[in-house]
């Protein structure tokens, strides 16, 4: 199935931790939809959410992954699917103008006032990197308003996954 990330998971660590099959398919863009940090997370701090808008001049974007069947319910697990979190099938166009179907995750549960933690923004913007993102759309990330996590431990765990990095040549986690 093709999953499409343009949160935490474009990281290829973050994701090849939940989804170990997973392959990179292509980037593309979501359109009629926002980047919004507002999704309530059970740690106090906000995630990213695809905001449908309707308006024709938002666009979010990210990256298809193709992943098997039977790692979608630990990547549902995680992301907190029916608590949090829904999916819905969306139309995607690559940066060649080819239109794919793919599935993603959008937030039920909103809070405007929160703000992403340092670490998940670190995910979001590892893995625009990695995947290539445009300049432009690495900057609006880079604008995003962050706050310090109050539990280190969970800092340090989520920075982990990076240890085995190796950027000069290929990624290795």
């Not at 690559?94 to 959008?106: D, F, M, R, S, W």
Request: proline residues 4%.
């Amino acid at each position: 199935m093709l999953y499409f990330s343009y949160g935490s998971n474009m990281s290829v660590c973050r994701l090849l931790k939940r989804v170990p099959s997973a392959k990179f398919v292509a980037t593309a863009s979501l359109n009629e939809h926002d980047l919004r940090f507002h999704k309530k997370s059970k740690d106090g701090s906000s995630k990213c959410d695809a905001y449908y808008t309707g308006n024709s001049g938002h666009s979010i974007i990210g990256v298809i992954f193709e992943i098997p069947e039977t790692e979608k319910p630990e990547l549902d697990r995680k992301e907190g699917l029916g608590n949090g979190y829904e999916e819905k099938e969306v139309m995607l166009t690559t940066p060649a103008g080819e239109q794919i179907k793919a599935l993603t995750y959008y937030a039920t549960n909103i809070d405007e006032t929160l703000r992403p933690y340092q670490w998940y923004k670190y995910h979001v913007l590892t893995g625009a990197k990695e995947n290539g993102l445009p300049d432009f759309y690495l900057k609006k990330l880079e604008n995003i308003k962050s706050i310090q996590d109050p539990k280190q431990e969970r800092y340090d765990r989520e920075m982990a996954i990076y240890a085995g990095k190796n950027s000069s040549t290929h990624i290795f986690c």
